[in-house]
């Protein structure tokens, strides 16, 4: 349950930086420049795909799989824990790259993506936490 | 596995965070992204008052006026290299009144954005330190796709009331004053950026500060030298 709550609030955040990046939102609350700064960098898009829109769809599996996860048939088999797991060690890794861009190469510290980052790494640990309740006997 | 009054309070808290979310989305959508308007027709209450952006002493000699586009990079040039010597040298000692006119050129599609929020910011008493942050990040807000964004920011550094910078913003309120500016720059024969009006003259570009200051004590004759 806590894993769909901070997907889904990771989607928002996702939602709202694709948003502000295609110009459907005039200026991030953001405290200074720097949300701006990384939005509209080079380094805001991935392979070609916009970094927020690779959140977003990645959010969004994660709150399937933890909704079917809460299912009754669901709740006791290792598959969603597995995929949570598999998909959040992703993004820890991704969010570990993009905060590295920001701090050494970009310049400048968007606290929308730390939070995002924070969100992924809770994520993560939840799915840690869930991998141990499964293992037990 | 958990009960149902358990699931119920977890769709009941998705359900809260998505529409709180969705709404915060929604307004942020509805807010819409400021612009500003060109070519519009100026009124009186445009220019009352206003004849520019002024730094120094008002009873200096010689007052010198550029004419300067916030997107153009040889203005953003001057204004990190030489000006600063400039207000050192010639503002400070009170030889010179700098003032500062808009010429936004049409080539450069966010010279009257950011002539704006400068203006805004002077509604703030923060108009040079405005002006500062925008040339300083002309390389990179130059490259964006949308920079009221990155504006704010700067507006944000400035220790601006983001409210009224909004408001401010959202107006337009200073289009026209930056097109009178723009038409003021075209009737004296301004033709490109910076441009320089010293007396009844136009300058094209300055070299450095230097000539500046050679050119300033030419028209102060009854005035010792510049130091």
């Given at each position: 349950m806590g894993v769909a709550l901070l997907s889904l609030t990771g989607m928002l955040i996702s939602a709202y930086l694709w948003m502000f990046k295609?110009?459907?939102?005039?200026?991030l609350a953001c405290g200074t420049g720097g949300c701006a700064t990384v939005q509209l960098s080079p380094y805001s898009q991935f392979l070609g795909?916009?970094?927020?829109?690779?959140?977003?769809?990645?959010?969004?599996?994660?709150?399937?799989?933890?909704?079917?996860?809460?299912?009754?048939?669901?709740?006791?088999?290792?598959?969603?824990?597995?995929?949570?797991?598999?998909?959040?060690?992703g993004g820890v890794a991704f969010?570990?790259?993009?905060?590295?861009?920001?701090?050494?190469?970009i310049h400048a510290i968007c606290r929308w993506c730390v939070t995002s980052a924070v969100l992924i790494v809770c994520v993560f640990a939840l799915a840690m936490l869930d991998r141990r309740r499964l293992a037990r006997p | 596995m958990a009960g149902t009054s358990s699931m119920n309070r977890f769709y009941l808290a998705l359900l809260v965070v998505a529409v709180a979310g969705g709404g915060l989305l929604y307004w942020q959508v509805r807010r819409g992204v400021p612009s500003i308007p060109a070519n519009v027709t100026v009124t009186v209450a445009d220019t009352a008052g206003f004849?520019?952006?002024?730094?120094?002493?008002?009873?200096?000699?010689?007052?010198?006026?550029e004419y300067a586009d916030y997107q153009c990079p040889g203005c953003q040039s001057f204004d990190m290299v030489q000006f600063p010597d400039?207000?050192?040298?010639?503002v400070e000692t009170g030889k010179v009144r700098w003032r500062y006119r808009d010429f936004p050129l049409s080539i450069h599609p966010f010279s009257r954005m950011a002539a704006h929020s400068a203006a805004c910011a002077d509604d703030q008493g923060k108009y040079w330190q405005q002006h500062a942050l925008i040339y300083q990040g002309q390389a990179a807000w130059s490259r964006e796709s949308e920079v009221s964004g990155t504006f704010r920011g700067y507006a944000t550094q400035n220790g601006l009331n983001l409210t009224a910078y909004d408001a401010c913003m959202m107006s337009a309120k200073y289009a026209g004053r930056i097109q009178a500016s723009y038409d003021e720059g075209v009737r004296v024969g301004v033709n490109g950026t910076p441009t320089f009006l010293i007396g009844d003259r136009l300058y094209g570009g300055l070299s450095n500060s230097d000539a500046l200051k050679k050119l300033v004590d030419s028209l102060t004759p009854s005035g010792p030298p510049l130091k």
């Open positions: 295609h110009g459907y939102i005039g200026s795909v916009d970094v927020a829109l690779l959140g977003l769809a990645a959010y969004a599996a994660l709150l399937g799989i933890s909704v079917l996860g809460t299912q009754p048939a669901w709740a006791d088999r290792r598959e969603p824990m597995v995929a949570t797991l598999l998909l959040s060690a969010a570990a790259y993009l905060t590295w861009l920001e701090l050494f190469v | 004849q520019g952006y002024f730094l120094g002493d008002p009873d200096a000699p010689v007052v010198i006026t400039i207000v050192r040298q010639l």
